[in-house]
């Protein structure tokens, strides 16, 4: 089942409920992208999670392919490998820049907080940290974990792909890859963190912020920001 609606500047939001097989999402992306760029449909926010996949950004290296036990797809975004499955929230997002402040590093950084934010209303104190990519919090050992990915790609001024959030996803799937080429620091979950939600409050939350997310690509990314 999907569900549709509507942000202010007329951008739609599509809300899954079934899990929406990889491929399929990336080739919807694609055509999405390219009709955005002609002016021929609507900028779009989705929602939604996969089946298991392992996904190899442009740079993902062999070696970061430990144990390819589910389908691994080339996905064309940025960055390296990444597992997508049950109980990880997955937000597409496809905006045109053109419209806002053409700035692909403000894109990101907007991005990223708006995860971080939405984090934090679940009590989940989570940041950036310089040379990691992804949303980062301190898991339950004390050490610092990953519990969001980040992979964007920006083809005529308009973004697709996006992020992922581990609200409660088996985490032993993970070690099927080098997450994002980093091995020295493991992958939680609001689960295993204590927090659990369910995909609706998740994604209520994260709507409810989707206006100063927007709001914030209207104006270049600070150069502290962006440092």
Known sequence: MTSA????????????????PYRHALDTMTERNAAIAEGAARELI???????????????????LLDPRFEVVKAGRGG??????????????????????????????????????????????????EGRIGIWTTDVDGREAKI??????????????GFS????????????IVPCGIEEYGVTSLERLGVTLDRATWDEA???RAGTFLAALDKPCPEEAAE
């Not at 989705?46 to 970061?64: D, I, M, N, Q």
């Not at 969001?148 to 792909?161: E, F, K, L, P, Q």
């Open 80 to 129: 390296r490998y990444t597992y997508h499955g049950p109980g990880q929230r997955v937000g597409y997002v496809l905006l045109d820049l053109k419209r806002r402040a053409r700035d692909a590093r403000g894109f990101v950084h907007a991005l990223e907080g708006w995860v971080i934010s939405t984090l934090a209303h679940f009590g989940i104190d989570s940041f950036r940290r």
């Open 148 to 161: 969001g990915a980040i992979g964007v790609r920006i083809r005529r001024w308009v973004t697709m792909h």
């Open 46 to 64: 989705w929602l939604l999670e996969h089946p298991p996949v392992y996904t190899a950004g442009t740079s993902a290296a062999a070696g970061e």
């Open 5 to 20: 609606s509507t942000l202010t500047g007329d951008i739609e939001v599509r809300v899954e409920q079934e899990l929406v």
């Open 206 to 208: 994260l709507l409810a």
């Open 165 to 176: 959030v581990n609200l409660a996803p088996d985490l032993a799937h993970f070690g099927g």
